[in-house]
């Protein structure tokens, strides 16, 4: 059959069923699909790595990664990791590049998507510490297919970026919007845009296989340790056809299309370069990966300190850019809308947070019964386990692989009465695309004996109906109770928190809603308090809420992030940040001066004083103990968030190994 009527009949048919498809982010009606499917299993080799880190990062627009996946990019480029971006649309939208008091022009979608891939050379060489006009290399890409990619390349410092322009459309010719309809559409092809002063001067084109072949060749070639990417499953966002459009979210969802349909691309081509690494026997590719929220940003409490906002949003102003800048390229030397001040003054606030899917990678730490650290993670989207070498030592043995993939970045555990372990999850259970599943539900992992191998992964389910309201479960966390029942909480679709209960026989009891208390961020966090219930805690849109054992507690103060908290006189001690305050605050007593931003973690310290662990404003990992603050100044870069376990600090590192601080 003729190509050109393929592709002319399947734009048409997108654009048919475009509204239907968009209303459901990137979920689809099910038909069967053959790839890569769930492989729990365990015993895989795993990639040995050898302390190289490198970041790959993929984005549907330039600029997605400035908004959303910053200052986690910064922090990794100044720590020296080589980075290679990859934006898989042209960002050419309507054409036009102008601000107030420009002259108009006619739209010109080369011009402008020219000019954005200006914007990110601009950008990146200052996150380089080079001049913002510095002179990148040039040169066409091969890609999978035979396909062509535009690759800029800057090295400053011993410092390297890459960036890789796939060119796909943001929109079909009957202006429906052309990635979701291309992970949708069993038929579509994209016909590629040429994009001004560009090495690569011929179209190619794309249907679903396609795009998913050439994001995993690139994962297979590169060889990333970690992965940044979007959000493959916003969160529902009811609202008008007004505000949607205004906001520029797909119908339902509080986010873009074209964020969404990319996500679900670069986890498909994850699978997919997990399958091909493993098919014959070998070994599990060594990368961890974070994926980050998008428009999300605008409908909570925002999170970023002055100081840490200040950075971001310097990153965005060479982005931006300024019609009056001399920087070489005829097109145009910015996306002008985003330049000067114009990222703090949008009501819209994207760039006023950084908020992650699933929690960051960050090691679930448990002590074995010799005294050595086990130190739990995902890897190649498979659940691994590290162990101390020696008690003590700080140094961890090659991980062990224990099935279960694939999986979300992060990994929950409690630890039960006996000592034994259990790791909870999400898994990917389908994301076929083109009509097939696109399926979420959460695992567990029961160790067999303390210290010892584990029994089979277990499906818990969903708390959920339905596939499209399954997706938008959030992270598992866990407790063991004094009575030997382990609390497992997730929050749910609707923004609150669903629960499931295994008695101390191990029979686990039906899931359960918690009674409503508005919507929550995700990120909960679980504990025994001092007074020997479970307390539950959520950072929500107006207060942070609180459940003890089950029933509503009082609100608590307005947090923008996920809180932390440990047992104390009447039940617990909670420390949180107010929203865009790096100032640290306690519900109960004083909290220590502990400036930062992000996550906080909590432990009670042999003292009798918390341990506190967090992120200071210049990214770097700190400590509070025996009321003394300490700051990490050196090994390996970490990736995530670290935890305070028996006296350390482990967290995991940018070449996809774990670390040890005792300071």
Known sequence: ??????????????????????????????????????????????????????????????????????????????????????????????????????????????????????????????????????????RIFSLAGGRQAEADTLVHGGRRVELLFLNLPMHTSRRSMALPSLWEDRALELRTHLSADSPVTRADRYDHDGLTEVLAGLLATYRPTVVHTLDPDPDLQHSTEAT??????????????????????????????????????????????????????????KNLPPQVLAEKAGHLAPYGGDPSWECGNPSGCGDYGVGGDRPLTNKKGWVRSTHYRWPAPAPAVATEPDGRLAAYGVLGLRAVRWRETAPGSGRFGAPEDLGGGPLAPALARTVLRDGRVLLFGVRFAALAGRGGPNRRELVVLEQRSPGGPFLAWRGLGNPERGDDRGRRIGAPVAVT????????????????????????????????????????????????????????????????????????????????????????????????????EARLRATTGTAPAFDGYGLLSAAPGPDGRPVLVGRDQGHRVQLHRAGRPYTRTGGPVPVGDAVPHAGAVVGLGADARPWVWRP
């Open 244 to 301: 949607r459009r205004r906001d520029s979210e797909q119908p339902g969802y509080s986010d873009h299309g074209d964020h969404t349909a990319v996500a679900c691309f670069t986890w498909a081509a994850l699978l997919r370069r997990v399958a091909d690494a493993t098919a014959g026997g070998g070994p599990v590719p060594a990368f961890t990966v974070t994926a980050f929220r998008g428009y999300y940003n605008r409908h909570w409490p």
């Open 481 to 580: 109770a004094p009575d030997g029942r382990v609390h497992l909480f997730v929050r749910d679709a609707d923004q609150g928190v669903s629960t499931r209960v295994r008695d101390a026989d191990g029979s686990w009891g039906p899931w359960r809603a918690l009674p409503a208390q508005g919507e929550l961020q995700d990120g909960l966090t679980a504990l025994t308090g001092a007074d020997g219930r479970v307390h539950v805690l959520a950072a929500g849109r107006d207060a942070v809420r609180h459940w003890v054992d089950g029933s509503p507690g009082a609100p608590l103060p307005l947090a923008g992030d996920p809180v932390a908290a440990v047992p104390a006189p009447g039940g617990v001690q909670v420390f949180y940040r107010r929203p865009a």
């Open 1 to 138: 059959m003729d190509s050109r009527r393929v592709a002319r009949r399947s734009v048409l048919a997108g654009a048919a069923a475009v509204a239907a498809a968009t209303a459901a982010g990137c979920s689809v009606p099910p038909r069967p699909r053959v790839g890569p499917s769930a492989d729990p299993k365990p015993g895989l080799p795993v990639a040995a790595r050898d302390g190289r880190a490198l970041l790959m990062q993929f984005a549907a627009h330039p600029d997605d990664d400035l908004y959303f996946m910053n200052p986690d990019t910064q922090r990794l480029l100044d720590a020296g990791v080589p980075l290679v971006s990859v934006y898989v649309t042209a960002g050419e939208h309507t054409g036009v590049n102008r601000i107030k008091g420009m002259p108009e022009t006619p739209p010109d979608r080369a011009a402008y998507s020219s000019a954005r891939h200006q914007g990110l050379r601009q950008a990146y060489a200052e996150a380089l510490g080079a001049d913002r006009f510095a002179p990148w290399k040039k």
